[in-house]
């Protein structure tokens, strides 16, 4: 029922990737009267599928707490959560509200042992494929242990979704040498440098413009830098779109010379279409949840989906879990396991 346009694009998604991979199966929860009828056009999907009708669902323009109050038990993004947290399904996909999500999540599923925060990894376009980059905006701020369990978490994804044996793993900084940057930033490399890694390679302080070049396989940084960094690489792929768009109709010869580099041209498209690497995850809880885009089209969700689906194919939680053992020391147990999300409400 979430992002900017619902089940009508939702459903569809979910039948392009039922196309791709004709082993999975759906529980969609949603209102009867705005799923069902398009549903019924996707006879495939709906042989697949279980629809279960849900009391409400959560307005994009929902706090996290009120959506939490008001949609605990009822709302379809909760159900969805719940069937995970039950063993009914093995992943969580939705394109809703990003806060009201991240606060269910929590809630809901619970941390995973021995991470006191979540964080939102995305997968990111660059030079020599994707990239990973966490957090994006789940955590505004993060102390050492903190940054270290994004390391960790990320690798875990990298292995996961990349299948890589051992990705690179850098903390973004300010500078590459060992005297700059704050403090937990510096910290962190500390612990990273001085532990044995067996799941992935410290590759040491990154900058911004190594997340586009592909230098590490994963990024790690807190919240509010991620999502800045989110945010401005993606306004600057439209900026760089719209000033192609008008060079090559600006005059006849470059119309013409268009046509003649056409092809490039798409490729380029492709390549900075955010529906092509949509799916942000959820990590540090206990179960797998996918963030789309509000934005995503059809494809964009079916792309969302199929990072769930390849998340639980090559056992993520696992690969986080067996990963943690190694940092006991660098990261607090939170022992307040009745903490709610509605404490977070600002942090989401």
């Known amino acids: 029922m979430g992002g900017?346009?619902?089940?009508?694009?939702?459903?569809?998604?979910?039948?392009?990737?039922?196309?791709?991979?004709?082993?999975?199966?759906?529980?969609?929860?949603?209102?009867?009267?705005?799923?069902?009828?398009?549903?019924?056009?996707?006879?495939?999907?709906?042989?697949?599928?279980?629809?279960?009708?849900?009391?409400?669902?959560?307005?994009?323009?929902?706090?996290?707490?009120?959506?939490?109050?008001?949609?605990?038990?009822?709302?379809?993004?909760?159900?969805?959560?719940?069937?995970?947290?039950?063993?009914?399904?093995?992943?969580?996909?939705?394109?809703?509200?990003?806060?009201?999500?991240?606060?269910?999540?929590?809630?809901?599923?619970?941390?995973?042992?021995?991470?006191?925060?979540?964080?939102?990894?995305?997968?990111?376009?660059?030079?020599?494929?994707?990239?990973?980059?966490?957090?994006?905006?789940?955590?505004?701020?993060?102390?050492?242990?903190?940054?270290?369990?994004y390391a960790v978490m990320g690798a875990g994804m990298a292995r996961a979704l990349f299948e890589v044996k051992r990705p690179t793993v850098g903390l973004l900084n300010v500078g590459v040498e060992d005297v700059k940057g704050l403090d937990e930033i510096k910290e962190a490399g500390q612990i990273l440098r001085d532990t044995p890694l067996e799941g992935f390679e410290y590759y040491g302080f990154v900058e911004g413009n190594d997340i586009g070049s592909g230098t590490v396989d994963v990024v790690v940084t807190e919240g509010f830098t991620g999502n800045i960094a989110l945010k401005t690489a993606e306004g600057t792929a439209r900026q760089i779109a719209n000033l192609l768009r008008q060079a090559m109709s600006r005059t006849w010869l470059a119309k013409i010379g268009y046509l003649f580099a056409k092809g490039a041209f798409d490729r380029l498209r492709e390549k900075m279409d955010p529906n092509k690497v949509n799916g942000g995850v959820f990590l540090g809880l206990n179960g797998v949840v996918i963030k789309s885009h509000g934005s995503a089209n059809a494809d964009g969700i079916a792309a969302a989906i199929e990072v769930g689906y390849d998340m639980v194919r090559n056992k993520l939680l696992e690969k986080i879990t067996a990963d943690m053992s190694h940092f006991q020391h660098s990261a607090p147990i939170n022992e307040n396991k009745e903490e709610t999300a509605l404490s977070d409400e600002n942090q989401a």
């Open 4 to 149: 900017d346009f619902g089940p009508e694009v939702v459903i569809p998604g979910a039948a392009i990737a039922l196309e791709r991979h004709p082993d999975i199966r759906f529980v969609i929860y949603g209102l009867a009267d705005r799923v069902e009828p398009i549903l019924a056009k996707y006879p495939k999907l709906q042989a697949a599928s279980e629809f279960r009708v849900s009391e409400m669902a959560v307005r994009m323009d929902d706090k996290p707490g009120q959506a939490l109050r008001n949609g605990r038990g009822k709302s379809s993004m909760w159900q969805a959560l719940e069937a995970v947290k039950d063993g009914e399904a093995d992943a969580c996909v939705s394109a809703g509200n990003t806060g009201a999500l991240m606060a269910m999540s929590k809630f809901c599923l619970r941390m995973m042992p021995q991470i006191e925060r979540p964080a939102i990894a995305a997968i990111w376009p660059n030079s020599r494929g994707e990239g990973i980059v966490l957090d994006v905006g789940a955590t505004i701020g993060a102390d050492a242990p903190q940054l270290v369990n």
